[in-house]
């Protein structure tokens, strides 16, 4: 694809950006709609309704998004995005006959077991749609851009429907947002499936097989480190934000709108800053900027006085919330073969929520419990810890190609011929791709080293 074209004349990406774009605003004007519904079930309750079904939430995200990455085939993903998709438009036009706050846990755990299932295999298809990395960059940049704006524009949108609708219609739209986001994906055409020699593995060790990757990969778990950082300051402006504007500076509900879209702003000005700052200075030194950005706001957050300084500090958190989560599509593309990707993204998405579990209650209880200044002060050193042990693990000296041993290895496992399979058959093996006993010779080599079945872990540098 040439480099001086938009990115969207990619006819897949086109349709598959559209379809996530449909798909978040339709969420958008089901989050809303969701905290009203909980308001008229529970009144005065509505808070603990809307925390336990955030919490439910995580939960989905943390135990699903594996198994689904783990155990479906690459030639499996359009269907399952397709079925994901038209689950998702089945909860959500369940929720306007929901009586029971019960009933309102089922559905979103069964709703966001889906959007844990569908996101990591949607995200692993967007690298292998581009060759060039830094269309990939423009890519991710389109899908921060997405998240930014769904963030925006969904609470102005969902007032003005307001006016002339019920909040039950929202439930209807979402669901039609769903059906025609499966309806762009049927039509987008997928990357042809590739050779998955994970399907000799029992069910659990190919769901583990993305979080072996992640844990054998030094830069992945210094980028996890760093998603630390992020849902410590997500979480606070999450969390946090109405308390502060009403109940610290006497705001109204305008104000805290425009709180968070000044933390949506510095994210969405971020975003459109990456691909130029990556081909600059690289994914590792965008991340970090990022992330001390992040804990260094979290400390000055502590020290808000005023509603206008609080915007400052909002602002200067969304741009470091954006480098960071902007370029890690790269990490992972980089980390792992093609066929490893849904698993790869599908670790990277439990262990990041997992990160916002945490974050979340911990924000809460202690603003509720010691004080606003010694919630910002904790977090702001809890980023900053995370930060200093990501520098520590994913060092400067990161290079693609690694120069590598291999001991003398004989082993099977389903493969073609024609890279560094190059051995004699004796016609018992049966066409390609075939699995049979073989050998590898020891060998010194240097390439793009990831975590696979030939590369079981990180090797020690050779002098």
């Known amino acids: 694809m040439n480099n001086k074209s938009s990115i969207l004349s990619n006819p897949s990406f086109r349709k598959l950006f559209g379809a996530q774009l449909i798909a978040l605003a339709g969420t958008g004007l089901t989050t809303i ?18 925390g336990t079904a955030l919490a439910i939430k995580m939960i989905a995200y943390i135990f ?9 085939l690459p030639q499996q993903r359009k269907s399952v995005l397709i079925a994901l998709d038209v689950a998702r438009a089945a909860c959500v036009l369940g929720l306007p006959f929901v009586n029971a706050e019960w009933q309102i846990y089922v559905l979103i755990f069964v709703l966001n077991s889906c959007s844990a299932g569908f996101t990591p295999v949607f995200q692993s298809i967007i690298p292998q749609l581009f060759d060039d990395e830094e269309d990939y960059t423009k890519a991710l940049s389109f899908a921060r851009l997405a998240y930014d704006l769904e963030n925006l524009l969904s609470p102005t949108i969902a007032a003005a429907l307001l006016l002339y609708v019920s909040f039950d219609v929202f439930f209807v739209f979402n669901a039609v947002a769903f059906i025609v986001s499966a309806a762009l994906v049927a039509i987008a055409i997928i990357p042809a499936a590739k050779i998955d020699d994970t399907v000799q593995l029992s069910a659990r060790e190919r769901i583990a097989h993305g979080f072996q990757i992640y844990r054998k990969t030094p830069r992945l778990v210094g ?3 760093m998603f630390l950082a992020v849902a410590a300051a997500g979480a606070m402006v999450i969390v946090n934000t109405v308390v502060l504007v009403r109940a610290q500076f006497g705001g109204d509900e305008t104000m805290v709108a425009v709180a968070m879209g000044a933390f949506g702003a510095g994210s969405l000005i971020a975003a459109l800053m990456i691909p130029r700052l990556v081909a600059r200075l690289g994914d590792q030194a965008i991340m970090r900027r990022g992330g001390w950005l992040l804990g260094i706001t979290l400390l000055l957050g502590a020290y808000v006085g005023q509603f206008e300084i609080l915007l400052a500090v909002w602002f200067a958190m969304g741009i ?22 849904p698993k790869l993204f599908a670790a990277q998405f439990t262990l990041s929520h997992a990160c916002w579990l945490l ?7 202690l603003a509720n419990a010691f004080g606003f200044q010694t919630a910002f002060l904790s977090f702001g050193i ?25 001991e003398a290895l004989y082993h099977d496992h389903v493969h073609f011929h024609g890279d560094h399979h190059q051995h004699e058959h004796e016609g018992w093996e049966g066409p390609e791709p075939h699995k049979h006993p073989h050998k590898h ?7 793009k080293f990831v975590i696979d079945g030939h ?9």
């Not at 709609?33 to 809307?50: C, H, K, N, Q, S």
């Not at 699903?64 to 479906?72: F, H, K, M, N, T």
């Not at 010779?441 to 390439?447: K, Q």
């Open 320 to 341: 470091g919330y954006s480098l960071v989560q902007t370029p890690a599509g790269r990490v992972l593309r980089r980390s792992a073969r093609d066929v490893d990707l």
């Open 382 to 406: 809890l980023a900053l810890i995370a930060m200093f042990a990501s520098q520590q693990i994913w060092t400067t000296d990161d290079p693609e190609e690694i120069e590598h041993q291999h």
């Open 455 to 463: 590369h079981t872990e990180w090797p020690v540098k050779i002098n």
């Open 359 to 365: 974050c979340y209650p911990l924000a809460g209880y």
């Open 441 to 447: 010779d020891a060998v010194t080599h240097s390439h």
């Open 33 to 50: 709609a969701l905290a009203l519904l909980a308001f008229e079930l529970a009144g005065d309750r509505a808070g603990i309704v809307l």
């Open 223 to 225: 980028m996890l480190a």
């Open 64 to 72: 699903v998004a594996p198994a689904v990455g783990g155990l479906i």
